[in-house]
């Protein structure tokens, strides 16, 4: 079946380091792919999304391309901030699937000043 | 505020008891879930209704019956409450069919303790 695979966290950065959380997916058809976040104590909400190949998506400053060929969708930030800690969840819906998202692991990103 | 709330936010409860756990949303979509997300932050779908009618059941235990009176709600009722029950159960919901991908709104969550 469809999964999502992401990179194990902890991560811990410094302020105004660059972020990359990597994300690999398995699934038939062409999947939309998601990046949501989840700070402490709350819900999840949307990060980014994109729905085909070579689809970039970005939200403050936060960008992840769908790469078809590598199956990734790796999520990038040039500059993180203390407000940025937070877990971050790659997820997809496949095609057929009545709208369910399934979601990576989560990685825990904590950024120190 | 349109939204999706849940109530109630934490529970605590004793094992074999019997609880709920409410969701309402207010975004006009037709299509609701209920995620559980385990302690080392693991989500997984439980549920999904779309327009009232129940359209993914993900292999969960009986003892979890959800439902729907409308497509503005989506209850969670848990029978015979284990220890292995304790997580925080989201509420989601989005508007099938829509142009674009089917973008999930989650509600803020509700811890639930077994003891």
């Known amino acids: 079946g469809d999964s999502v695979t992401q990179m194990e966290g902890p991560v811990t950065l410094s302020e105004e380091a660059f972020l990359t959380i990597n994300c690999t997916y398995t699934?038939?058809?062409?999947?939309?792919l998601f990046w949501y976040v989840q700070y402490p104590g709350e819900g999840l909400q949307l990060l980014l999304k994109?729905?085909?190949?070579?689809d970039k998506g970005s939200n403050k400053g936060f960008e992840a391309t769908y790469r078809k060929e590598t199956t990734s969708f790796h999520l990038e930030k040039g500059s993180v901030q203390v407000s940025d800690s937070a877990v971050y969840f790659c997820?997809?819906?496949?095609?057929?699937?009545?709208?369910?998202?399934?979601f990576g692991q989560g990685t825990e990103l904590s950024v120190k000043p | 505020d349109t939204a999706v709330s849940q109530t109630p936010k934490y529970l605590v409860t004793q094992m074999g008891n019997d609880k709920s756990i409410k969701c309402e949303q207010n975004?006009?979509?037709?299509?609701m879930y209920w995620y559980k997300q385990d302690s080392k932050k693991f989500l997984k779908i439980m549920f999904s209704?779309?327009?009232?009618?129940?359209?993914i059941n993900e292999t969960v235990p009986n003892r979890f019956s959800p439902k729907s009176p409308d497509k503005a709600h989506l209850n969670l009722h848990i029978n015979s409450l284990e220890l292995g029950d304790s997580a925080v159960y989201f509420c989601?919901?989005?508007?099938?069919?829509?142009?674009?991908?089917?973008?999930?709104?989650f509600g803020a969550g509700s811890r639930l303790t077994v003891l």
């Open positions: 994109a729905t085909k190949a070579d």
């Open positions: 699934a038939t058809g062409y999947p939309s």
């Open positions: 997820a997809l819906t496949g095609s057929n699937q009545g709208g369910k998202l399934i």
């Open positions: 209704y779309n327009n009232k009618e129940l359209i």
């Open positions: 975004l006009g979509h037709d299509t």
């Open positions: 989601a919901s989005s508007q099938m069919g829509r142009a674009g991908a089917n973008v999930l709104t």
